[in-house]
C-alpha cells in the first residue's frame, strides 16, 4: 500500500529553516504605535517563493507496506495507514460514526480480521488489523478499495491469456489481487475487448500490470528473451516519462516489459516476433552498453525528510531531471525492519485494551508497521529508519517497564476442577481475578490439560496461586452425596424462576446442587462440597421435603355439579375465603368437564377442614342427605371393585349419588352416601345387599361383548339388564368411559347367580352376532322424517340398537323399500322402533295456539331454548310464523319450526274478521294428548302483565343510575318492569312476565318503594338549614387553612357548611347557612359561634419591622414563621411587593401572646440586621462602583496600502488561480518550468 508524503512538525521546522533563511518577524503594536496603522505587507507578509514547492509535494512511491514478511505462526497484527489526502471520507465530524465505521464493520464480519481505528495527528487515518493471515490480506484488499481514494488503468494483453492471469478457480487472480491489494477486471469471454482494468493505489497498479505482463509474456507464442540489466540503468532505458521504451516498442513491434522501481527484479523481457525482437534487444543493450561506460555515479547528501521534494508529485521532479540533464536520481529505500525481544505472553500487554498502547505509537509515526507473531518472543518494525527507532526505543521501555512489575507463574491443578475453579457463570475466577488484579488462563475442556497460567502483578499472582491451590485442595477433600427426593417435589424445591434453589445454595455456597434432568424420571439429587457442609444442606433439605410431603395430604370431593358456582361464589369470593383460612389448595374441575370432584391438596387436618366447609355449602343448598352404613373394612376394596368399577356403577344406577368410603388402613367400618333421598335409600340397600353377598359367597366372571352392543344388552332405561339382574341375582359392572377395556363385562355375584346371568348374557351376544339382513315398507311421505337434520332419527335408532344399519332410498325415486342390516336381534328392535315413528306420524294431528306475536320472542326463549325443551318433551313439532312487518300482506309468511328456519311456506288465505292475525297463530303437530300438553306449557310461557302504583317521584330512584336500579330488579325476578316516561307524570308502573314470577317482583317492587320513602323521609330532616351572622373578616379564620378547621366541624357533626359567595353582591356576607339535622346543626353553630368568640378577644398590633430581614424572619418555604406562630399562638402578616409601607408587618392574637410575640421579632430583627449591615459593607469592598467615562467607539481593525485601495501599486491576488489560493489536500498542476521549481 502506498502512503502519500505527510508533513510533520519536525519535518515543517527542518523545512522551513532550509528553505526560509531570514527568521519571521512578529510585529507587536505598542500604544504609541495605534496611532499610525500598520501596512498590509506588515500585517500579513507574503509566503516565501520557495515554499509554493510544498503544495506539490509528494511522497516517493516507495512500497515498504507492502513487505509483508513470512508469518511463522497463525496470528499477525499489522498497522496500515492512510493520509489525509488519500482518505474517501475525510468528514472530521463523523470520526468513530457515519459511513465509514460502518464500512469498517463490514470489512470485519466478513474477512474476521479484528479493525481497530485511530486518527494521527495530521489527520491521517491508522487501521490496526489483527487476525490470521488470510483475513489481515483480505482486510487489507477491502481497506485500500473502500477507505482510500482509487486509481485505474488499463493493460492490453492478447486474449487467449486472459485465462492465465484468472488461474485454476479464479485461485491467481485472487491471490494477485490480495499481493497488489487492486482490482482486477478481465472481460468476459463473449467480450471482444483485451483490456484489462486495474483499480487500486498507483504503486498497486504497477506492481499489478508488472505481473500480468510477466503472465502474458511466458504464455506468448512468439520469442520471449530476458535480459539482465543493473536496476540503476532502467530509467535510462525507459527514458523521461517512459518515451524511449515507447518510441523501441512502437519501431520493432515488440512488447518490452520494465520491472517498476518498487519490484527488486534486474531482468527487462522482451516479447516479439524474432528478427524485431533481436532489434529491440540490440537497440536496449546498446544503450545499456553506452550508459555504462559513460555514467558515473555520486552521492549527495539529502536529508530524508526532504527526499519528498526531490521526487516531486508522482515522481514528476525525477522526470523532468532526467529529461533535461539525462541525470537518473536515485532515491534510497525509505524501510527500515528491526526487531524488539519481548516474550510472547507480555505481547497483550505491549498491545493495551483494545490497541490503546499500541496506538500511541502509531499515531506519533504512523508510517511504522508493528508485527506481532503468536508464539514468537519478539515483535518485528517495520518503516523508515528514523521512525523505527523511536517506536524501538519506545517498545523496549515499555517491555522492560513490564518485566520489571509484571510475572507469571504456572500451576498444575486436575482438568476435572476447573469448572468448579471457575464457577456458576465465572463467579469464582472472576473474584479472584479483581481481588488479586490478575489474568488467569485456564485451558478448555477439549483440551484435557491441568496447567493454569496466572499473569500480572508478581503480588497479585502470588496470591492468586495461593487461592487457587487452596480451593483446588478443598475439592480433593470434598465428598459427593445422592438425596432422595420424588421428581413430583423438585420444581417445588427449584420454585420459581428457581428463587428457592437460589436461597438454599446461599445458605450454603460451597455445595454444588444438580437436579436430574425432568425428561429422567430420576429421583436422584446430587450433592457436592465439604464434608460438613453437605451434611448440613443435607438435613436441611430432608426437612423441606418432610413439609413438602405434610402439606400434599389430597382428598377428592364428590359435589353434584350444580352446586360448583355456589362452592366458588361471586367472583371467586366463597372459594378464595376457604382457601385462606384453610391454608389448602382447592381445585375444581374445568366448566366443560363432567367430573364432578373437588382435589384439596395441603397438610391432613387443614384439608378434613375445607371438606366439611365445601359438604355443608352443598348440604344447605340442596335437599341432600346423608346416610352412614357400617360394612366391615375387608370387604371395602371388593365393593369397590378394579379401578372403581363396581361402585361407579351403583353411583351411575342411583341417580348419581356420592358414596364416600374411609381412607385405607384406618379401620373404620363407616361408609357415606350423599344425594337426594329416595336415591340415597336405593343406593343403601343396593350396598348392604352387595356386601350380605360378598360376606356369604362372592364369585366374579368377566365376559366380552363389542362396545355398541352395550346399550342393546342394558336395554331402553336399563330394561333388560335389570331383567336379567331380577331373574338371576347377580350383579353385572359395564365399563364407564375412561376404562381402557371398553369390552370388559364384569358379573358378581354367588357363582350359580353368576353362571346363569353368564349364560343369559353370552345368548343375547351370540344372537347379536348373527348378522341378517331385513327389509320393511316405509311410506316415501315419512321418508323425509327420517333423514332430515343429517339423518338424526336414524343416527339415534343405530346407536340404541346395536349399531346396526338403517338404509332409505335415494331422494326422487319412489321406492317404499327400507334395508336394515345387524344383529338379528337389533335388527327385529330397529324395525319395531321404526313402526312406532310411523304410528305416531299417521296418528299426528295438527293444532293451533294463538298468542299475540309481540309474546313470540319470550316465548321461544334465549335462541329458542324454552321451545326446544317443549318438543323434547312432548315429542311433537311447533312452528312460528315469521313477524308481520306490512300488517295489510296477505300472503302467508315462511315460518319458523321449533325455534329454527323453515324452508317452505305454504299460502296464505285472507283472514276472515274478527279471527285471530296469522302472524299469532302457532301451529303444533302431533299425538293428540302430547299437542294440546304442548299448548298449555306454551300458554303457560305467555308474559302477563300486571300494573302497580308507585308515586312519581320514586320512578327515578327505582331506575337508578344509568338503569342499574331497575336491571337488576328485571334479573332478579326474570320480568320485564316499565317506568312511564317523565312527561307522562303517571305513578303506574307496569311489570311483564310469567304469572308464576309477577307475585315475587310486586312484593320487591313495593318492598323498594318503602325502602325509598324512608330514604325520601331522611332527606327531609337532613335538610333541616340555620343560619348564623358572623362578620365577614372571621371566615377566613372559621375556614383555616386548607379549610382544615371548617372540615372538622362538617365531620363532626355530620352538616354541610355554606359560606357567602364574595362575587354575588344580592347576598349578605356576614350570613353562614348550616344544612342538616336540626340537632346537628345547632351544634355546629355554637362550635362556630365559639371560635368567633375567641377571635373577637384577639389583638392586632402593627410592628415596623426592616424589610430587609424579612425573608430571614419567614424562612425557606416560611418554616421559621410558622414555629413562631405556633410557638406563641399568634398570626403574623407580612407586607405584600409594592405596600405603601415596606416595613409594617401585623401581629394578631391574644394581649399577652401579641406582646411576646412582638418582643421575639424585634429580637431576631437587631440580630439580623447586624449581619445586612455586615454583608453590604462587604459587597461595596468587593465591587467598587464602576468609573462611568464614556469611551470612544472602535474603528475596528485598520491597515495601509492594502492591493484593494487605488493608492496601492500592489497587484490584488487572483482568486480564481490555484497557485495563489491552492485547495487543502488537492494536487496542483504543475507549471511548465525550465528545471524543477523557480527560485
Known amino acids: 500500500m502506498s502512503s502519500v508524503a505527510v508533513l510533520t512538525q519536525e519535518s515543517f521546522a527542518e523545512h522551513r529553516s532550509g528553505l526560509v533563511p531570514q527568521q519571521i518577524k512578529v510585529a507587536t503594536l505598542t500604544s504609541e504605535e495605534e496611532s499610525d496603522p500598520p501596512t498590509y505587507k506588515d500585517a500579513f507578509p507574503p509566503l516565501p517563493e520557495k515554499a509554493a514547492c510544498l503544495e506539490n509535494a509528494q511522497e516517493p512511491a516507495g512500497a515498504w507496506s507492502n513487505k509483508i514478511r513470512p508469518i511463522k505462526a497463525s496470528v499477525i497484527t499489522q498497522v496500515f495507514h492512510v493520509p489525509l489526502e488519500e482518505r474517501k471520507y475525510k468528514d472530521m465530524n463523523q470520526f468513530g460514526e457515519g459511513e465509514q465505521a460502518k464500512i469498517c464493520l463490514e470489512i470485519m464480519q466478513r474477512t474476521g480480521a479484528h479493525l481497530e481505528l485511530s486518527l494521527a495527528k495530521d489527520q491521517g487515518l491508522s487501521i490496526m488489523v489483527s487476525g490470521k493471515l488470510d483475513a489481515v490480506m483480505k482486510a487489507r484488499k477491502d481497506i485500500v478499495a473502500r477507505l482510500q481514494t482509487q486509481a485505474s488503468a488499463t493493460v492490453a494483453i492478447p486474449k487467449e491469456h486472459h485465462r492465465f492471469v484468472i488461474g485454476k478457480n479464479g485461485e491467481k487472480l485472487q491471490d494477485l489481487e490480495l499481493k497488489t491489494a487492486t482490482k482486477i477486471q478481465i472481460p468476459r469471454p463473449d467480450d471482444a475487448s483485451n483490456q484489462i482494468r486495474i483499480t487500486g493505489t498507483k504503486e498497486g497498479i504497477e506492481k499489478a500490470r508488472h505481473e500480468v505482463l510477466l503472465i502474458s509474456a511466458e504464455q506468448d507464442k512468439r520469442a520471449v528473451e530476458r535480459l539482465e540489466v543493473e536496476k540503476a540503468f532502467h530509467p535510462f532505458i525507459a527514458g523521461p516519462y517512459n518515451r524511449l521504451v515507447s518510441e523501441i516498442m512502437q519501431e520493432t513491434g515488440t512488447r518490452i516489459n520494465i520491472p517498476p522501481p518498487s519490484v527488486s527484479r534486474t531482468e527487462i523481457v522482451f516479447t516479439g516476433e524474432k528478427e524485431q525482437l533481436a532489434q529491440a534487444v540490440a537497440r536496449v543493450k546498446k544503450i545499456y552498453e553506452e550508459k555504462k561506460k559513460k555514467t558515473t555515479t555520486i552521492a549527495v ?32 529505500p525509505s524501510d527500515s525492519v528491526s526487531s524488539v525481544s519481548a516474550p510472547s505472553w507480555l505481547h497483550r500487554f505491549i498491545i493495551g485494551k483494545k490497541g490503546q498502547n499500541l496506538a500511541k505509537i502509531t499515531q506519533q509515526m504512523p508510517k511504522v508497521h508493528i508485527e506481532f507473531t503468536e508464539g514468537e518472543d519478539r515483535i518485528t518494525l517495520e518503516g523508515p529508519t528514523e521512525d523505527v527507532s523511536v517506536a524501538q526505543e519506545q517498545i523496549e521501555a515499555m517491555v522492560k517497564d513490564l518485566i520489571n512489575r509484571m510475572d507469571y507463574v504456572e500451576i498444575n491443578i486436575d482438568h476435572k476442577f476447573h469448572r468448579h475453579l471457575i464457577g456458576k457463570s465465572g463467579a469464582n475466577i472472576n473474584r479472584i481475578k479483581d481481588q488479586c488484579k490478575v489474568s488467569v488462563r485456564i485451558p478448555p475442556d477439549s483440551e484435557k490439560s491441568s496447567l493454569i497460567r496466572i499473569e500480572g502483578d508478581p503480588q497479585g499472582v502470588r496470591q492468586a496461586k495461593r487461592e487457587l491451590l487452596e480451593l483446588a485442595s478443598r475439592m480433593e477433600n470434598e465428598r459427593t452425596k445422592d438425596l432422595i427426593i420424588e421428581q413430583r417435589f423438585h420444581r417445588t424445591i427449584i420454585g420459581q424462576k428457581g428463587e428457592r434453589i437460589r436461597e438454599i445454595r446461599d445458605k450454603f455456597p460451597e455445595v454444588i446442587i444438580n437436579f436430574p434432568d425432568p425428561a429422567q424420571k430420576s429421583d436422584i ?51 378464595k375465603k376457604i382457601r385462606e383460612e384453610s391454608n389448602t389448595k382447592i381445585d375444581l374441575p374445568a366448566e366443560n368437564s363432567n367430573s364432578e370432584t373437588i382435589v384439596i391438596t395441603g397438610k391432613r387436618a ?210 317404499d323399500k327400507v334395508t336394515l342390516k345387524g344383529a338379528k336381534d337389533c335388527v327385529e328392535a330397529a324395525k319395531k322402533r321404526i313402526q312406532e315413528i310411523i304410528e305416531d306420524l299417521e296418528a299426528q294431528v295438527t293444532i293451533e295456539c294463538t298468542i299475540p306475536q309481540k309474546f313470540h320472542r319470550s316465548v321461544m326463549g334465549p335462541k329458542g331454548s324454552k321451545i326446544q325443551q317443549i318438543t323434547r318433551d312432548y315429542n311433537v313439532q311447533i312452528k312460528f310464523p315469521d313477524r308481520e312487518e ?194 346537628n346543626t345547632e351544634a355546629a353553630r355554637d362550635a362556630i359561634l365559639k371560635i368567633v368568640g375567641e377571635l373577637e378577644q384577639m389583638v392586632s398590633e402593627d410592628v415596623p419591622l426592616d424589610h430587609r430581614v424579612h425573608a430571614r424572619i419567614i424562612g425557606a418555604r416560611g418554616k421559621a414563621i410558622r414555629k413562631i406562630m405556633d410557638e406563641f399562638k399568634v398570626d403574623i402578616r407580612f407586607p405584600q411587593s409594592g405596600a405603601p409601607d415596606p416595613n409594617c408587618v401585623t401581629v394578631t392574637g391574644l394581649p399577652e401572646n401579641v406582646e411576646e410575640a412582638i418582643d421575639h421579632i424585634l429580637n431576631l430583627e437587631e440580630e439580623y440586621l447586624a449581619d445586612v449591615v455586615d454583608s453590604e459593607a462587604l459587597q461595596l469592598y468587593l465591587k467598587p462602583p464602576a468609573h462611568e467615562e464614556s469611551k470612544a467607539p472602535s474603528k475596528g481593525f485598520v491597515v495601509r496600502d492594502a492591493p484593494w485601495t487605488a493608492s496601492s501599486s500592489e497587484k490584488a491576488p487572483d482568486m480564481s488561480s490555484s497557485e495563489e489560493f491552492p485547495s487543502f489536500g488537492a494536487q496542483v498542476a504543475p507549471k511548465t518550468l525550465p528545471w524543477g521549481p523557480k527560485r
Open 525 to 575: 439429587v446430587q450433592l457436592r462440597g465439604p464434608k460438613n457442609e453437605v451434611e448440613k444442606c443435607t438435613k436441611y433439605m430432608q426437612k423441606m421435603v418432610a413439609d413438602l410431603v405434610e402439606n400434599s395430604y389430597s382428598i377428592s370431593v364428590p359435589i353434584f355439579k350444580q352446586f360448583h358456582k355456589n362452592i366458588i361464589g361471586k367472583g371467586g369470593a366463597n372459594i
Open 301 to 332: 547528501e539529502v536529508k530524508k525528510s526532504q527526499h519528498k521534494y526531490v521526487i516531486g508529485p508522482k515522481g514528476n521532479s525525477l522526470q523532468e531531471i532526467l529529461e533535461r540533464t539525462g541525470v537518473s536520481v536515485e532515491i534510497p
Open 606 to 815: 387443614n384439608c378434613e377442614a375445607a371438606r366439611s366447609r365445601i359438604l355443608s355449602i352443598q348440604k344447605d343448598l340442596a335437599n341432600i342427605a346423608e346416610v352412614e352404613v357400617s360394612i366391615p373394612a375387608r370387604l371395602h376394596n371388593s365393593l369397590i371393585g378394579t379401578k372403581g368399577r363396581l361402585i361407579r356403577s351403583i353411583m351411575e344406577e342411583c341417580g348419581g349419588v356420592h358414596i364416600h368410603f374411609p381412607v385405607e388402613g384406618s379401620g373404620s367400618d363407616t361408609v357415606v352416601i350423599r344425594g337426594p333421598s329416595s336415591d340415597v335409600e336405593k343406593a343403601r340397600k343396593q350396598l348392604l345387599h352387595l356386601a350380605e353377598e360378598k360376606q356369604t359367597k362372592s364369585f366374579t366372571v368377566d365376559i366380552r361383548a363389542k362396545p355398541e352392543y352395550h346399550k342393546f344388552l342394558i336395554g331402553k332405561g336399563g330394561g333388560k339388564i335389570r331383567k336379567v339382574r331380577d331373574s338371576t341375582g347377580a350383579r353385572i359392572v359395564f365399563p364407564a368411559a375412561e376404562d381402557r377395556e371398553q369390552d370388559l363385562i364384569t358379573i358378581i355375584g354367588k357363582e350359580d347367580a353368576v353362571r346363569e346371568a353368564q349364560r343369559e348374557l353370552e345368548a343375547l351376544i351370540q344372537n347379536l352376532d348373527n348378522v341378517v339382513e331385513d327389509c320393511m315398507l316405509v311410506d316415501p311421505k315419512h321418508h323425509r322424517h327420517f333423514v332430515i337434520r343429517r339423518g338424526q332419527v336414524l343416527r339415534e335408532i343405530a346407536e340404541e340398537y346395536g349399531g346396526g344399519m338403517v338404509s332409505f332410498p335415494r331422494s326422487g325415486t319412489q321406492s
Open 886 to 1079: 306490512n300488517p295489510g300482506h296477505s300472503v302467508e309468511p315462511a315460518v319458523h319450526e321449533n325455534g329454527e328456519d323453515a324452508a317452505e311456506g305454504r299460502e296464505g288465505k285472507e283472514a276472515e274478521p274478527g279471527s285471530p292475525r296469522r302472524c299469532d297463530i302457532i301451529v303444533i303437530s302431533g299425538r293428540k294428548e302430547k299437542c294440546e300438553a304442548a299448548k298449555e306449557a306454551l300458554e303457560a310461557l305467555v308474559p302477563v302483565t300486571i300494573e302497580v302504583e308507585v308515586p312519581f317521584d320514586l320512578h327515578r330512584y327505582i331506575i337508578g343510575q344509568k338503569g342499574s336500579g331497575i336491571r337488576k330488579m328485571m334479573d332478579e325476578f326474570e320480568v320485564n318492569i316499565h317506568v312511564p316516561a317523565p312527561e307522562l307524570q303517571s305513578d303506574i308502573i307496569a311489570i311483564t312476565g310469567l304469572a308464576a314470577h309477577l307475585d315475587r317482583a310486586k312484593a320487591g317492587l313495593l318492598e323498594r318503594v318503602k325502602e325509598l320513602q324512608a330514604e325520601q323521609e331522611d332527606r327531609a330532616l337532613r335538610s333541616f338549614k340555620l343560619s348564623v351572622t358572623v362578620d365577614p373578616k372571621y371566615h377566613p379564620k372559621i375556614i383555616g387553612r386548607k379549610g382544615a378547621v371548617i372540615t372538622q366541624i362538617r365531620l363532626e357533626h355530620d352538616v354541610n357548611i355554606q359560606f357567602p359567595d364574595k362575587d354575588d353582591g344580592s347576598q349578605p356576607q356576614d350570613q353562614i347557612t348550616i344544612t342538616g339535622y336540626e340537632k
